[in-house]
Every structure is written in C-alpha cells, then in structure tokens.
C-alpha cells in the first residue's frame, strides 16, 4: 500500500508504515492505535504524536493510561466503585481535568 500511514518515534530513532497493520493483521482504521499499543508494549513508551488519556487515584498509587477517553473513564469509575477514592482523568493536549467520585462510579 503506497498511502499507508506512518509513526516516527524519536526516542527509538524509527519510522514506519503501517502496511502490516493494515494488510496482514486488517485493523483498518483502527492500525495507528494497534501500532501505539504494541509498540508500548514492546518499548515502555508510545511514538511520537500520541497522546493518552491518564486516569490516577487521588489517594492510592494506582493509575491508568489508555488511547480512548471511555476507557480511562470506565478505569477511573471502577476503581473509585471499589475503593470509594476519587479519581483525576487528564489528556495529554489539555489541561482539563475530570474528577470521578464515588458516588458518581455507584
């Protein structure tokens, strides 16, 4: 495919196209996100230009990062259901911050 995207990431000195995402795994357009996931799994850090959204207790040390707002909104509403604390739900663009309470997560 000659219009694949690609995903540079500078702290590996790499960059790729995401022709395998797209061909031989079939991801459509989900492939920028498979590609971000592996690669932190593989790394211990995303490529460049991807930025998450961080679900983190306000009272424990657990944390969440996730690529999509409803899934650290679902984190975030989990934990604080099971342990009554609150939860701050952060993007890495903005410096808006959701507060999930307890009794919001009932």
Known sequence: MDDAPRVSCSRCGREW??????DDLGVGNQ????FALDHKRHT???????????????RCPEGS???????????AKIHARHTRHSVAIEHGIDDETTVVEPADAQ
Not at 17 to 22: A, C, H, I, R, T
Not at 31 to 34: K, L
């Open 17 to 22: 196209d995401l022709s395998y995402e797209l």
């Open 31 to 34: 492939a920028i996100e498979q």
């Open 44 to 58: 211990g850090h995303f490529p460049d230009d991807v930025t998450t959204w961080f679900a983190e207790c306000r």
């Open 65 to 75: 990062e996730h690529l999509v707002r409803h899934a650290a909104e679902r984190w």
